[in-house]
């Protein structure tokens, strides 16, 4: 693969394990939304294995084509932490979007934590082509500007999919009012985007990890902002992030840094 020749892409990391080829199928239909061109990348061990390997990928190469009609690059790095060398080649190509198997949690967030590439996170296969449902979880504490342009950003793929908001009401607090005209602000802009929007609203302080997957349930994904906190601390006291990517309805979460956006291919 010509590095330099970068443009819009999807990078898939595989390493030959059945949730591996599920995140190739997930990369190959968000490819097609997206009008991207679809990268699988290998992290080999050894440095004498890269011959072997990229022969391997070139087969799995095929058989992504032969199932989703699409042709995927490939490319093999050597390295002994694999998700060392995923974050640099995400660094270096600047993928629109990387998707991740989960690997544990903690792992997981490392190579979550420090890039601006949003990476979305799966436990599972698809469950079809579009996404159908899309839930994003919105506190409103500060920046909710920021969260509704990322939310005008994503409907440019799926139009037809319905954005679930979810968010406190601020009911029976200070914030109400704001929060109220806050959402009253985004409707009509979503309205105005031609985006299909359904707010779910409840009367909790802040949404939780528990709160998004109960009210995410029958949702194709999640769309969440990583929390700006130190690896160390997140270990200490829980992790939102963690609970969520790791949830038992295997829903795949697109994980964003704050200063990560989406690439709108036109």
Known sequence: MNTADKGHLVLVPCDFS???YQAIEHGAYMS??????????????????????????S????????????????MVRQG??????????AKELNPSLVVLKTGGGVHTIKILSGTSTPFLVIQGPPNDVALKNIAFPIN????????????????????DAVMSVITPSGKGTAKE???????????????????KTNFVTHDKEKNTAELILELSRGADMIVIQMEAASLF???????????????????????FNREADFKVVK
């Open 32 to 57: 097609m939304s997206m009008s991207s061109r679809l990268v699988l990348l290998h992290v080999s061990a050894r440095e004498a294995d890269i011959p072997a390997m990229e022969k391997k990928m």
């Open 177 to 195: 009012r704001n929060i109220s005209g806050s959402l009253a602000l985004m409707g009509k802009v979503m309205e105005s985007q031609g985006i």
């Open 140 to 159: 409103f504490l500060n920046r909710h500007d920021e969260k509704l342009r990322r939310v005008i950003l994503f409907s440019e793929y799926y139009p």
């Open 18 to 20: 059945p949730l591996a």
């Open 59 to 74: 087969f799995v190469a095929e058989e992504c084509f032969d199932r989703f009609d699409i042709r995927p690059e490939t």
């Open 233 to 255: 601390r997140k270990f200490l006291f829980g992790l939102r992030e963690e609970k969520l990517i790791t949830n038992a309805d295997k829903i795949p979460v697109l994980c």
């Open 80 to 89: 002994s932490q694999p998700y060392s060398v995923i974050k640099a080649v």
